[in-house]
C-alpha cells in the first residue's frame, strides 16, 4: 500500500536531507511537465537543491483544466456529506503525520518547525470549517405568498482555481481547498515554484482520503502557468495569494476574460504602541509580529507607530529582545538570497537617509550556510523612506516616532496597503478611536498578528485585496458557489397578485 502522504520526507531536524521531484498531478497521476520544464528547489537553510519542480505551459494547465472539467458532474452529483467526508479523512491523515508535514515545510520554505507545525495546524482548523459546511446553513427556503414558496442554494461554479505564494505553502491552500471541493467544484492549483512540496502532499493525501481523480489537480509553475490560468475559458474562478503587483495582473487579466476573482496583495502592516500599553505585553507582542517566519507573513508587523514622550522603555527592551533571538532555533532563512538582498537594500538605503539601524540583520549567517537575514530594527525611519512606506516582507520594524495618536492614524491611513493594523494601549477609549479609523480589513487590539480564527474570514482592505468578500469563512464558500433561486407552486393560487 502506498503511503498516505506519498513519498516518505523522513528528515526529523534540519540537516539538509533530498527529496523527490515535484511533478504536475492531473487525473489521478504525476506527469511531468510536457514540454519537459523544470527549476530546483533550494532548501533556502542550506542553499541546496532538494529537488527538481516541473515548469509547466498552456498545455499543461489546458490537461489539468480538462481532468477537472472531466470529473467535474460526477463530484458535483455527490452529495455534499459525503464530499465533507473526504475532508473528515484528510484532516486524520493530516493529524496522523503531522511531524512530517511540518519537517517538509521547514525544509522548502525555512521557517522553525514550531512555525511550520503553527502551519499546519492553522491549515487543519481551515479544513474543519469546510468540512462543517453540510451542518451549516447552505440556502433558505420562505412562503413567499400564499401557496408559493421561494428557496436558495448555492451551487458549484465548475472548474476553479487557486495560485499561491511561497510563505504558507500548506495552510494557504488550504484557505480554498475545504470551501471549493465540499462545494462541489473540482480544482487546479498552482503552487509557489519555490515551495512545491506543501501541495505535493496534499495532492497525496486527498488521494488517500478518498477523493476521485481529476477533482483536484496540481499544475507547477511560473508565470507561464498563471498567465494560462488566467485566460483558460473553462475556468470559472480563481483565488490568488501573493504580491499586489501580482495580484493586480491575475484580478485584471482574471476579469477581462469573465472570471470570478479574488486576490490578496501584499502588505505593510502599521502597529501603534501608545506609551501607557500594557509593557510585558507589548513589548513581547511586537517582536514576535515583526520577526516571526522571518518576517516573511503578510501579517507581520512593518512599521511601529510610537507614540507620545514616554515609549524609549519599550524600544529599549524591544532591542534587547530582537538581540537576543538566535539564528537557526529561533528565526530561520530567509527565502532566497536575492530576498536577503532585498531587505539589505532597504535598510542601507534608510541608513542613508537618517534612520538608526538599532538592530542590525545585514550579512549575518546562520548554520546551513544558506540565505540569511537577521532581526533588524531601525529608529527614527519616516514615512517617506522605502523602509517606512513599502513592503520589505522580512525581519525589518522600521520606527517612525508620532506625537500624537492621530499623527499615527494619518501615516497609517496613507499607505496604500490595507491588510492589518493594530494598536497597544490600556485605554479603551483609544483602542476603539483608533480601530474606527484604521484602514486595514484585520486590525488588533493589543495583539501583533491579528489573524482571523475561523469561523471569521482572512483578508485585507484596498492594495492588499482585489475583489469582493474575504477567502476563508463563510465568504469564502459564497465566492466559490453562485446562489439558485427557485420558486415554486404546486397548485393554483386563489388570492392572485399582480405578480400571481
Ligand atoms: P508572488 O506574487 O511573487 O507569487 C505568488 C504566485 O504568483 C506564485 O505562485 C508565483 O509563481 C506567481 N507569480 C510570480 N510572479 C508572477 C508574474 N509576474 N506573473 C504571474 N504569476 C506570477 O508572491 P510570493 O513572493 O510568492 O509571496 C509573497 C507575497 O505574498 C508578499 O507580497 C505577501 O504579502 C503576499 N501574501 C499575501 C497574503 C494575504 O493574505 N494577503 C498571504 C500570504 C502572502
Redo the contacts with the bound molecule.
Keep these: 500500500m502506498t503511503h498516505p502522504t506519498g513519498p516518505r520526507f523522513d528528515a526529523r531536524s534540519n540537516e539538509f536531507t533530498t527529496y523527490v521531484d515535484c511533478h504536475n498531478w492531473i487525473g489521478g497521476e504525476w506527469v511531468p511537465a510536457a514540454a519537459g520544464g523544470r527549476l530546483p528547489v533550494d532548501n533556502p537553510r542550506h542553499g541546496s537543491v532538494m529537488g527538481e519542480v516541473a515548469m509547466s505551459d498552456a498545455g499543461d494547465v489546458d490537461r489539468a483544466v480538462a481532468a477537472a472539467k472531466a470529473a467535474f458532474p460526477a463530484w458535483r452529483a455527490t452529495p455534499m456529506r459525503e464530499r465533507a467526508k473526504v475532508l473528515h479523512n484528510l484532516r486524520r491523515i493530516m493529524e496522523e503525520h503531522i511531524d512530517e508535514l511540518a519537517w517538509v515545510l521547514s525544509h522548502e520554505n525555512g521557517k522553525v518547525f514550531p512555525e511550520a507545525k503553527a502551519e499546519v495546524d492553522k491549515g487543519i482548523e481551515c479544513l474543519e470549517f469546510g468540512l462543517s459546511m453540510p451542518n451549516m446553513d447552505n440556502g433558505g427556503m420562505q412562503d413567499v405568498s400564499r401557496g408559493v414558496s421561494c428557496a436558495v442554494s448555492y451551487e458549484p461554479l465548475g472548474v476553479c482555481a487557486g ?6 505553502p500548506t495552510m ?1 491552500p488550504l484557505w480554498m481547498i475545504p470551501q471549493v471541493l465540499v462545494a462541489g467544484n473540482t480544482f487546479v492549483l ?5 515551495t512545491p512540496y506543501g501541495a505535493m502532499k496534499l495532492a497525496h493525501m486527498l488521494r488517500a482520503a478518498g477523493l476521485p481523480d481529476g477533482v483536484f489537480n496540481l499544475v507547477n ?3 507561464e ?3 494560462a490560468i488566467t485566460e483558460h475559458p473553462d475556468i470559472k474562478a480563481i483565488g ?8 493586480k ?2 484580478y485584471e487579466r482574471g476579469a477581462a476574460t469573465g472570471k470570478r476573482v479574488l486576490a ?4 505593510k502592516n502599521h502597529l501603534v504602541l501608545v506609551d501607557d500599553a500594557e509593557f510585558e505585553l507589548a513589548t513581547e507582542n511586537i517582536p514576535v509580529s515583526a520577526f516571526g517566519a522571518q518576517g ?4 507581520a508587523a512593518s512599521v511601529l507607530l510610537a507614540v507620545g514622550d514616554n515609549v524609549q522603555r519599550y524600544i529599549d527592551r524591544m532591542v534587547e529582545i530582537a538581540s537576543a533571538f538566535k539564528l537557526g532555533p529561533d528565526v530561520g532563512p530567509v ?1 532566497d538570497a536575492a530576498a536577503a538582498a532585498r531587505m539589505t537594500r532597504y535598510v542601507t538605503q534608510a541608513e542613508e537617509m537618517g534612520a538608526k539601524v538599532l538592530v542590525d540583520g545585514r550579512g549575518v549567517q546562520g548554520p546551513g550556510g544558506g540565505a540569511w537575514f537577521g532581526p533588524t530594527i531601525l529608529d527614527h525611519c519616516t514615512p517617506e523612506m522605502p523602509a517606512g512606506c513599502e ?1 520589505i ?1 522580512g525581519p525589518v520594524l522600521s520606527i517612525i516616532r508620532v506625537k500624537t495618536i492621530d499623527e499615527a492614524i494619518h501615516i497609517e491611513n496613507k499607505n496604500p496597503y490595507g ?1 492589518a493594523a493594530a494598536v497597544f494601549t490600556t485605554n479603551g477609549h483609544t483602542a476603539r478611536y483608533a480601530v474606527e479609523r484604521f484602514q486595514a480589513g484585520m486590525v488588533g487590539i493589543n495583539i501583533g498578528v491579528p489573524v482571523p480564527r475561523e469561523p471569521f474570514g ?3 482592505w484596498n492594495e ?2 482585489f475583489g469582493h468578500g474575504d ?1 476563508t469563512g463563510y465568504d469564502g464558500f459564497r465566492f466559490w458557489t453562485r446562489p439558485r433561486k427557485v420558486t415554486t407552486k404546486w397548485a393554483r393560487q386563489l388570492d392572485q397578485t399582480w405578480m400571481g
Excluded: D, H, W, Y
Excluded at 498552482?190 to 519555490?194: A, L, M, N, V
Excluded at 516573511?296 to 501579517?299: D, I
Design positions: 495560485i499561491v505564494p511561497f510563505n504558507f494557504v498552482k503552487p509557489s515554484e519555490k509553475g511560473g508565470r502557468a498563471v498567465e490568488f495569494v501573493g504580491s499586489t503587483k501580482v495580484a495582473i491575475v490578496l496583495g501584499g502588505a516573511q507573513r503578510c501579517m527565502i513592503e516582507f491588510n482572512f483578508g485585507g492588499s485585496k477567502l
